[in-house]
């Protein structure tokens, strides 16, 4: 017999037996990966909500000491933040506690373009995400307009969700 034929038979026999055992597997796993997932960012607003708002804090902003935007940062975008505001240090990560602002960042901040970022907590309303890390990027390059474009949005956003001193 045939090497070959007996791998394609032993598959044959096999491939309706995985599925029989993963297809119900994962119509189980699924929504309950997604229920936690949504229970899990439903709580991270109303924590923010009760722990921050309550006290005049609307504002997560996270860099870190990149020499694309650290001078930029700390010279432009720090000094206009509310005095309130809490701001964290990418490059500082490995001295960060466990916290609501760094559960947070991570949950909202994901896996890619994280850093700089800003996230913008409001009560009875989703997080509001500014990622800087592509307009920083084209900003190198000597394209200033998105990170320009950002930077105004974000403020705009910010004061709007402050109200009048």
């Known amino acids: 017999m045939n090497p070959q034929k007996s791998k394609r038979r032993a598959w044959s026999v096999w491939r309706p037996l995985i599925l029989i055992v ?4 994962l119509i189980v796993l699924v929504p309950l990966i997604l229920a936690a997932n949504l229970l899990l960012t439903v709580s991270l607003h109303v924590l923010a909500w009760l ?3 309550s006290r005049g804090i609307e504002l997560l902003f996270v860099y870190s000491n990149s020499p694309r935007w650290q001078e930029y940062i700390e010279q432009s975008i720090l000094p206009r933040l509310p005095s309130r505001a809490i701001v964290m240090n990418w490059s500082e990560r490995k001295r960060w506690r ?3 602002a760094t559960f947070a960042f991570r949950h909202f901040g994901g896996y ?4 700089p970022m800003a996230l913008i907590f ?8 500014f990622r800087f890390f592509k307009p920083f990027n084209d900003f190198k ?5 998105a990170l320009r474009k950002m930077e105004s949005e974000f403020f705009a956003v910010l004061n709007r969700s402050r109200g009048p001193d």
């Open 122 to 129: 409001r009560p009875f309303r989703r997080v509001k995400t």
């Open 98 to 100: 466990f916290s609501l």
């Open 141 to 145: 390059h000597g394209k200033p307009d």
């Open 22 to 25: 993963l297809v119900p597997l």
């Open 112 to 115: 890619r373009e994280f850093n």
């Open 51 to 53: 722990v921050w708002n």
